[in-house]
């Protein structure tokens, strides 16, 4: 009787085993490897570029630290490079301003296939910017920026 019962409770707790194994552990590994990597919404690129943009140790137009920037399309790194050989300097086209702000916020997006405006506003009294985004594939990258008068 002895042995039947500890049949029984190794029967048991290899069941156990399996079912945790089967329901409880793999499931959360098999899942993760399958899961996508979602590349950030246009906001979102906004946001990052420009959270970099403001506490960016220098300046990034004179130091073109802007010109690898993968959050920038080919077209819009020409556009500040033409910028920056121009000398005219009032106002900073990623800002909008002539000084740099506490705080950049972007707000959520308007997307129309393959193009995207994002609003974005700081901590500067009803300073307010536009934001342009392309999709180049499934990334977005900012294209323009249009200064809000």
Known sequence: MKNKNQVAFLIILVAVAAATLLFVILPPILSGTAQEIKPPA????????????????????????????????PAFIAHLDD?????????????????????????????????????????????????????AGDAWSIDKVVCSR
Do not use: I, M
């Open 42 to 73: 246009p906001e979102q690129v906004v946001q990052l570029f420009y959270d970099w943009y403001v506490s960016y140790q220098g300046n990034p137009l004179a130091d073109k630290a802007y010109q690898d920037n993968v959050l920038l399309s």
């Open 83 to 135: 910028f920056t050989r121009s000398g005219e300097w009032r106002v900073d086209p990623v800002l909008c301003a002539q000084d740099v702000p506490n705080e950049v916020t972007a707000h959520p997006a308007q997307v129309s296939g393959e193009r995207a405006l994002v609003e974005v506003t700081t901590n500067f009294t009803s300073h307010r910017l536009t934001v342009e985004l392309v999709k």
